[in-house]
Nanobody, 123 residues
Framework: QVRLKESGGGSVQAGGSLRLSCAAS?????MGWFRQAPGKEREGVASLDIIDGETKYADSVKGRFTISKDNAKNTLYLEMNSLNPEDTASYYC???????????????????WGQGTQVTVSA
């Protein structure tokens, strides 16, 4: 069983930065960040596998977002830089007990989800 709780969302102007946090309980093998904007499907943003530390990123965020995990705190982070209005969405932390190299950007590979945190980027 894994429980997840996100924090760190908010409002920022274009070009700004935010850091999302996801406190986890349990021992997931992969973790990821997803986002969903109104009227759009949920999309994978970044993922990480706990064993190798390998990561995957959506093309839309490569070079701007960084996923990381503090194992001592069992907390996942998403550092978001150079934000633009297209990044506006609800952001969700996800985890799963099945190992996949680099994690996965597909929501079907995750059984555990946080409640989401809103990120709003104004022009």
């Amino acid at each position: 069983q894994v429980r997840l709780k996100e924090s760190g969302g908010g409002s920022v102007q274009a070009g700004g930065s935010l850091r999302l946090s996801c406190a986890a309980s349990g021992y997931p093998q992969i973790m990821g960040w997803f986002r969903q904007a109104p009227g759009k499907e949920r999309e994978g943003v970044a993922s990480l596998d706990i064993i190798d530390g390998e990561t995957k990123y959506a093309d839309s965020v490569k070079g701007r977002f960084t996923i990381s995990k503090d194992n001592a705190k069992n907390t996942l982070y998403l550092e978001m830089n150079s934000l633009n209005p297209e990044d506006t969405a609800s952001y969700y932390c996800a985890a799963d007990l099945t190992y996949r190299y680099g994690g996965s950007l597909s929501s079907i590979h995750y059984d555990y989800w946080g409640q989401g945190t809103q990120v709003t980027v104004s022009a």
